[in-house]
């Protein structure tokens, strides 16, 4: 006789890992935790001169109109405070609210890590001078490369495209940093090779390990298509090498207590790869959420994080509002597809790790700002106001709560308040 073993009772499997059977709901409870990156609603109190006035979701509206998101305004986003040029819903079909974030910085990895309950007490370094010569130096020489181009503050796309046939040509590979704290390495995939690039970039990794920088990043591109106004283009075959987060993370506990943590997106390579017990690689936003519908279908139990990178990589940094629009928009498409595969238990949480606003003219980089917070599920009461939260740990209190695991760490849960049982 073939076929897969039974899957023991739901008690049982609950005892198994370590819920509380008083818990009615946590034995078969799947969150999704999905972060449009960048989409943030307003400047921080303490944003620095260059993010003034920043508001990457009222910036959008303001500027080539509020996005085609039905889906999005029966959720509440423009009942969020702050937000102003979003329209209201008149009755809000999830909780709502703002997060504030207590880490300086206004970066992809200390986003993501105070999301998942641990907060930076310092920034990291940034490199507004390009990185020393003595460090390029021991990279190329461990790594066997001809030397280096750029060593400068850039946009990716710029860069690229400016020294993109002078790198074909020497074998030198493109390095250049941002207001962020980030090491980047471009390369062609097919003259420079891509292997090669990801082991070029785990050897800085590893060379830079002592000064903190935050994320190695590679940034593969090809030739752009033929009839195209660029030279070149950026694949989704980037990676990131990110430091270990310096204290476990809920994603950390939850995997301690065997409850399955799905990363999808850069997920994994944010957290370098501690506490994730799979990891999905995504070419897009559009890909991300059919996978992340996929495992909606599929998966019992466990924390989905997801990373939607388009909005940041795509639109903000790139100060394109009227591209950001419409990815917002196809986003709204895809989380209504999303929903038909969501159980009673199932809880959907939607924010940010930053601001990127396409209509700042100041730089190219994030804007340090708050980031929305919308949380809805059947067993969610609806139209909840959740206020201004004083921290993205809030999110990891409330996941760790979800699944009845103690987690050691900052942050308030709002687990209940969204059922009720506060």
């Given amino acids: ?17 370590g819920l509380d059977s008083e818990h009615e709901g ?6 999704f935790l999905i972060v449009l990156d960048s989409l943030g609603i307003g400047e921080l109190p303490d944003a620095p001169p260059e993010d003034a006035g920043a508001h990457t979701l009222d910036s959008i509206c303001r500027t080539v109109g ?40 206004k970066d992809t990895t200390t986003g993501h890590w105070e999301l998942a309950g641990v907060p930076l007490q310092r920034a990291f370094p940034t490199f507004p001078d390009g990185f020393s010569e003595e460090l390029l130096g ?3 020489e461990a790594a066997g490369i001809p030397g280096w181009l750029g060593n400068e503050p850039a946009s990716g796309t710029e860069i690229i495209e400016r020294l993109g046939p002078e790198h074909v040509e020497s074998g030198k590979p493109i390095v250049y940093t941002s207001a962020d ?10 003259h420079f090779g891509l292997e090669r690039l990801l082991a070029l970039c785990a050897e800085a990794r590893e060379k830079t390990r002592e000064l903190g920088i935050a994320r190695i990043i590679a940034r593969p591109f090809v030739d752009a298509p033929e009839g195209s106004s660029q030279r070149f283009e950026r694949t989704y075959n980037r990676r990131d090498f990110s430091l270990t987060p310096p204290a476990p993370t809920v994603l950390d506990t939850l995997k301690g207590r065997g409850v399955p943590v799905v990363g999808v997106g850069k997920i994994e390579d944010i957290f370098a790869g501690a506490g994730v017990t799979l990891s999905v690689h995504t070419e897009g936003n559009d890909d991300g959420m059919r996978r992340t519908t996929s495992l909606a279908r599929d998966l019992a139990l466990g924390l989905v994080f997801v990373n939607l990178v388009d909005f ?3 639109y903000g940094h790139r100060r394109d509002a009227a591209g950001y629009r419409g990815a917002i928009e196809a986003f709204d498409g895809a989380l209504a597809e999303l929903e038909k595969e969501l159980r009673e238990e199932d809880i959907v949480i939607l924010t940010a790790d930053h601001g990127n606003d396409p209509t700042n003219d100041r730089h190219t980089d994030h804007t340090r700002e708050f980031v929305p917070l919308i949380a809805y599920g059947e067993r969610v009461k609806d139209g909840l ?16 709560e979800a699944f009845g695991v103690e ?4 942050g308030a849960s709002f687990l209940g308040e969204l059922l009720g049982t506060a």
Avoid: W, Y
């Fill in 312 to 314: 940041d990589m795509a």
């Fill in 26 to 31: 946590q034995r078969s409870r799947r969150v």
């Fill in 138 to 140: 021991a990279i190329a």
């Fill in 407 to 410: 987690h050691d760490g900052p």
């Fill in 66 to 105: 509020a996005p085609d998101a039905p889906r999005l305004f029966s959720l509440g986003l423009g009942n969020i405070a702050g937000v102003t040029a979003f329209p209201e819903a008149i009755c809000p079909e999830a909780a709502f609210g703002r997060m504030a974030e207590t880490s300086p910085g």
């Fill in 181 to 190: 704290s980030v090491l980047q390495i471009a390369a062609h995939e097919e």
């Fill in 385 to 400: 106001d959740l206020g201004t939260r004083a921290s993205f740990a809030d999110v990891g209190a409330t996941i760790a």
């Fill in 1 to 17: 006789m073939t076929g897969d073993a039974p899957k023991p009772p739901g008690d049982l499997r609950a005892k198994a890992l």
